[in-house]
């Protein structure tokens, strides 16, 4: 049976950018829809499977703003068993101050980590190790996770975890679904993955979340 991916757009909390990312990302693996924070019709996550909450710019207490007429929405799915995935803004969205997803897990600025290699808020690369393979990542100030059980799926420079699975929520501080407009300054041109980034996304999100391999969460 095929499956059904609904992704969140608002930009710019939840960008263009990083949407379109996404449905380049993950159209090989599922058909995808879109909602926004006008109020979803009655049985739009009937058929879905997973729901995603992209990056974007902006500060997450926008959360409230933007999902307030949804949220009962999207924690019902997840409720049913639904399946979360966020990516940078929407990794910080599964803490408890927003969906309250996680068990015993926050979502923290990376920047702010002792050890962390970068130490401010700007579109740049990160060193990652993604499932034991060094990597460079497009970065703009995504989170880290601290406390609680989780899987630490991939790594930043310092140890942090970059990308988790706990239960039915898959979390990545980096931009797997960046594309080759998100690299023009010339600093960052050399470091442009030419879409390698994608497939390691989709396959995160068909090992993790679309399969069953999940820590129990509820």
């Not at 109020?39 to 926008?62: Q, R």
């Not at 310092?158 to 407009?181: F, K, R, T, W, Y």
């Not at 041109?189 to 391999?213: E, I, K, S």
């Amino acid at each position: 049976m095929s499956k059904t991916i609904a992704v969140f757009l608002h930009h710019p909390t939840c960008s263009t950018d990083s949407v379109n990312g996404v449905m380049a990302a993950l159209s090989p693996l599922a058909r995808i829809k879109l909602f926004t924070k006008q109020k979803v019709l009655d049985g739009f996550f009937d058929d879905v499977d997973l729901v995603v909450f992209p990056g974007g710019d902006g500060e997450a207490t926008a959360f409230r703003s933007l999902l307030k007429p949804n949220l009962p929405e999207v924690r019902a799915f997840m409720q049913r068993g639904g399946k979360y995935l966020g990516i940078c803004m929407g990794a910080y969205w599964a803490d408890a101050h927003y969906f309250g997803f996680l068990r015993g897990t926050r979502a923290v600025q990376y920047i702010k980590r002792p050890k962390a290699e970068i130490r401010s808020s700007y579109g740049t690369t990160a060193a990652v190790q993604w499932r034991g393979q060094p990597q460079r990542m497009y970065f703009y100030d995504g989170p880290t996770f601290l406390g609680g059980q989780f899987e630490t799926v991939a790594s930043y420079a310092n140890g942090d975890p970059m990308a988790i699975v706990q239960g039915s929520v898959g979390l990545v501080g980096c931009h797997l679904e960046s594309q080759a407009h998100w690299y023009t300054k010339k600093v960052m041109q050399a470091q442009w993955h030419h879409n390698t980034h994608h497939p390691m996304l989709w396959q995160f999100v068909a090992d993790y979340l679309l399969q069953r391999r999940q820590i129990p969460l509820f």
